[in-house]
């Protein structure tokens, strides 16, 4: 299993979106590579409605997503389409799943990635998340049991604050939303959290030597 910092293994796939080559195709982009355990199963039903719903969203943000599941592409099809031409819920209907699913029924990718826990199941992927920058860096991991649905919101909220951080320096509090203030790198040494105290810049303020914030506008 790839851990944070890790450069995110690399695979070819077949999915209903046609063959990927991971990380080739997605070059200079955002990846959420999540897996579910089955289709025709409610849970992965909603997610996927909701990830669907919310592409364009993670679009506007360099992202795209690749859903994964250990089932047929055959099994994959009859169910995106199910769902787009039957189920309505939470006021969305006819949505259509416009992102890869991937094949994975000898479960090359889900085993790369670690998403088969056998704790948990031998012969389904758990409800796993990569995050991958645009390096192809596994820069967030986040793993929900079987019975759970993910947090699209929460999803969507940690691409946001990882690009905020690496596109100026920073790091954000618990809770962090876009707008709110941010937080400072913290000093490497007693001179500089001294001079970091005694310094006036525009916008930051500090409530410790460790511990300074830059308001947001």
């Given at each position: 299993m790839p851990l944070i910092g890790d450069d995110a293994p690399s695979f070819?796939?077949?999915?209903?979106?046609?063959?990927?080559?991971?990380p080739k195709d997605y070059k200079g982009k955002w990846v959420i590579l999540f897996s579910h355990p089955a289709d025709f199963t409610?849970?992965?039903?909603?997610?996927?409605?909701?990830?669907?719903?919310?592409?364009?969203e993670f679009r506007e943000l360099n992202t795209e997503l690749i859903g994964?599941?250990?089932?047929?592409?055959?099994?994959?099809?009859?169910?995106l389409r199910t769902i787009k031409e039957k189920i309505v819920y939470k006021g969305m209907k006819d949505v259509e799943v416009n992102f890869p699913v991937i094949e994975d029924l000898k479960m090359d990718v889900a085993k790369k990635f670690g998403m088969v826990q056998p704790n948990a199941s031998t012969t389904q992927a758990v409800r796993a998340v990569f995050i991958m920058d645009p390096k192809?860096?596994?820069?967030?991991?986040?793993?929900?049991?079987?019975?759970?649905?993910?947090?699209?919101?929460?999803i969507k909220r940690i691409?946001?604050?990882?690009?905020?951080?690496?596109?100026?320096?920073?790091?954000?509090p618990a809770n962090w939303q876009p707008?709110?203030?941010?937080?400072?790198?913290?000093?490497?040494?007693?001179?500089?959290?001294?001079?970091?105290?005694?310094?006036?810049?525009e916008g930051k303020y500090c409530l410790d030597w460790f511990m300074c914030l830059k308001k947001q506008s």
């Open positions: 070819k796939a077949v999915t209903t979106m046609g063959e990927i080559n991971f409610p849970v992965c039903t909603t997610e996927f409605m909701t990830f669907a719903t919310m592409q364009e994964l599941s250990i089932d047929s592409i055959y099994a994959h099809i009859a169910w192809a860096k596994v820069r967030a991991i986040l793993y929900y049991p079987l019975s759970n649905g993910r947090n699209m919101d929460e691409i946001l604050a990882m690009q905020k951080s690496d596109a100026e320096n920073i790091a954000t707008g709110d203030d941010v937080i400072i790198p913290p000093p490497g040494s007693c001179g500089t959290a001294k001079e970091r105290v005694e310094t006036e810049e």
